[in-house]
């Protein structure tokens, strides 16, 4: 049985990505010039990590450190839509809703789960997590 604070994670971590990957395909769609683009993205991976703290992060966890807190988790949680982004800013590839929508579905389905137990690995070695 999943305690409360798993079952509030699922919807909570889905309602970020939309609200990210969302973001991220009208900055790159609509918003003129890279600069302008990137100051946007940071503005709304800044937003992020202040929600990723006040609704995401469990304070009373006593198996993660300060550390795993206050960095683990950004780092965890927003690392591929921001990487992402860069690279999708960068990429000469037509930047259509189709492709944009199958991209970030890609990267929500395979990518973040991937780079989850790879940053969960790496917290565990720094002794940021332990059991």
Same mark, same amino acid.
């Given at each position: 049985?999943?305690? &409360?604070? !798993?079952?509030?994670?699922?919807?909570?971590?889905?309602?970020?990505? @939309?609200?990210? +990957?969302?973001? /991220?395909c009208?900055?790159? %769609?609509?918003?003129?010039?890279?600069?302008?683009?990137v =100051?946007? +993205?940071?503005?709304? !991976?800044?937003? $992020?990590?202040? @929600?990723? #703290? !006040?609704?995401?992060?469990?304070? &009373?966890?006593? $198996?993660?450190?300060? !550390?795993?807190?206050? *960095?683990?988790?950004?780092v $965890?949680?927003?690392?591929?839509?921001?990487? =992402?982004?860069? *690279? &999708?800013?960068?990429? /000469? /590839?037509? /930047? &259509?809703?189709?492709?944009?929508?199958? %991209? $970030?579905? @890609?990267?929500?389905?395979?990518?973040?789960? *991937?780079? @989850? =137990?790879? =940053?969960?690995?790496?917290? #565990?070695?720094?002794?940021?997590? +332990?059991?």
């Amino acid at each position: 049985m999943m305690n &409360d604070g !798993l079952q509030l994670l699922v919807p909570v971590l889905a309602l970020l990505y @939309f609200f990210l +990957y969302s973001l /991220k395909c009208l900055i790159m %769609r609509r918003v003129a010039g890279r600069t302008r683009a990137v =100051t946007l +993205y940071c503005m709304v !991976l800044i937003l $992020s990590v202040a @929600f990723v #703290y !006040l609704v995401m992060v469990e304070w &009373d966890n006593h $198996s993660e450190t300060a !550390l795993g807190h206050w *960095i683990g988790a950004p780092v $965890s949680f927003l690392t591929v839509p921001a990487v =992402t982004f860069f *690279i &999708d800013l960068f990429s /000469k /590839k037509n /930047k &259509d809703v189709r492709a944009c929508v199958l %991209r $970030s579905s @890609f990267e929500v389905i395979v990518l973040v789960p *991937i780079w @989850f =137990t790879v =940053t969960f690995i790496i917290e #565990y070695y720094l002794g940021w997590f +332990y059991f």
